[in-house]
């Protein structure tokens, strides 16, 4: 066991995964991922860049995978609107690749060193054109371990970009973990496939000399051609085909952790650290007789609508506590189809939420609706 | 490149042909010289990867037979530095419009020019953004006209070579598409130069940048290019002082600088030993 910071244990979680490239611009509050990198990755035999932007850290990232590297970098807010432009070419040209986004609150400078929860939706739908998403969190030091290793197993899997949601205060926060032993250099299985068909459900293959791919933005078929009339299609098809597999192993994705909801009248839903301080408020409410519980989610995106319809069918009412203005509850109340009252609890001023408050806006909500009165959106 | 002689098809990727390049564009005739480059100097095509940015330049990596990178507008040089870093082995070509080089990506030009890695930027300089469809560039010669500047440019020339000098690139020259048999020559010294090396080619685009101009058609333009440039001295050094001098007047071209000095992914792997890694080993 030992103390361990989260933007520490992010770095185990990328070595673990054989991380062998970093690249990466600084800003508060991620920049101790990239100064262990710095110290790291050298020794280990790989790569550590500090580059010129956010957009060039991101284009030397997915640089590095088709020259056969593993590689990652991680930002905060304005460094996580920059890198969209190339979060959507990693998602065009099917390039794996790990971006972490420690948030902070926005828009622009914000508050650099307070945290929040401001870009859940810009993870998902940030870079224009409809993309495949895979976004996590973890509301623990531990967790963010164990979520930067499947990051990396997911972005080989599906060929596309993961992006992981870490806020100021998990960045910084020291934990005891267990920590694995490293082997010395990461040794990776060498990719193979068919050279001649490089996109579409094809494993990835980085350039070699069999291979003659032409990686690009452009709209494209599986041997990777932009041009004929058929492009249009062919590349919907692409796109279409990497947003239903992720859809159809949604089940599998969709991780998240069931705290006391067995015997659930009522739900908190909530995710990362404010998870944490809702695990608390299910105390405070259960102390006082409430039957609450509380739905962690760890996976974002692909949003686990079936584990919340589920749960949807058998609570009263749902409160998502989030520290943004209101973002993921959108996605809460769009899942709950309305079985259910669904309301929000929000904040963007860098402060996080005491239990109390949460305990006191699910309380509310439970007033009004055994009332009968209308629900509202507190933010 | 329709007039691409036998020899050189082996380099083209036929089913890509023919290119987007309207007819009598400069940017064929540079491509057409890369891929003479390519066979005076006998590199394993599967060792090449050509990349490009965005814009009419930046199609060149569709049209050769080796991997290739259309990247983003103005960034591909850090797409080609994780590349470079992740597999040295590799001999990066890398196609960028005056636009692409100089405006949205002159700050990715000048780190990677700086950090001396190991890589050949063809800057295609037309003196106007071609695919978009003639908007002023930071090369538009002052007075000249574009779509964005219909009544002339008021801003200041900027000069590739300059700023390549400037930011430590160490192999800068400059040539014309009117040079048919100095592009080849360039490009392959360029290639085998250890570092950044840049070749900054001025090419003509009748299309947007002539007819706006009224410069003519792409003949007529090839003599306004070797009527408006100067040989520079071969001592580098001078020629640095001459490109000081009013560039819609004569703008010099050659090299202008030949230097060794340590390129980033030795230093890298060194640095790499020294910690106890096996980085390049
Ligand atoms: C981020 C972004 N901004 C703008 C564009 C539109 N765009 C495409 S090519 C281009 C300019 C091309 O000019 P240049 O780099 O000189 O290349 P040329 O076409 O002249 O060879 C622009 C502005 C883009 N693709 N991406
Ligand atoms: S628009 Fe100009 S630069 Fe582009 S292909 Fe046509 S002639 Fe060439
Ligand atoms: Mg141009």
Redo the contacts between chains.
Sequence with gaps: MRLVQGNEAVVWGALASGCN?Y?GYPITPATEIMEYMARL???????F?Q???E???????????????R?MTATSGPGFSLMQ??IG?AAMSQTPCVVVDSQRVGPSTGQPTMPAQGDVMQARWGSHGDRPALVVTASSVKEVYDTTRLSFEWAYAYRVPVIILLDAVLSHMRENIELPVLPA?AELASPSGDPELPFGSHPFM?????????????AHDESG???GSGIGTANEQILKGAIRQIENDAPRLARCRADRLEDAEWAIVSYGITARTARSAVDLLRADGVRVGLLELHTLWPFPEQIVQALAQRVRGMLMAELNLGQLVLSLRAAAQGMCPVSGLGRADGELFTPEAIAAAMSAEIRQIEVGGRMSHHV | MSDVGADLKRYLRSPMMPTVWCPGCGHGNIARAIATALDRLAIDLGQVVILGGIGCSGRTPFYFNTNAMHTTHGRVLAFATGLKLANPRLTLIVAMGDGDALAIGAGHFVHAARRNIDLTVILYNNSIYGMTGGQQAPTTPFSFRSTTSPFGSIEPTFDAVDLALAAGATYVARTTTFDFAEMPELISEAIRHPGFAMVEILSQCPTYFGRLNKLGDAPDMLEYERDHTVVADEEPNQAVEITRQDLVGNLPVGVFRREIRPEYVQQYAELSRGRGGNYGA
């Design positions: 490239f690249a990755l050298p020794g280990r035999g790989g790569v860049i580059m010129e932007d957009l060039a850290a991101l284009g030397a990232v997915i640089g590095a995978a088709w020259g056969g590297m590689g432009e190339h070419y250099s980085p350039f070699s000399a069999a291979t003659r791919t032409i990686v690009s933005g452009l051609a932009t041009r």
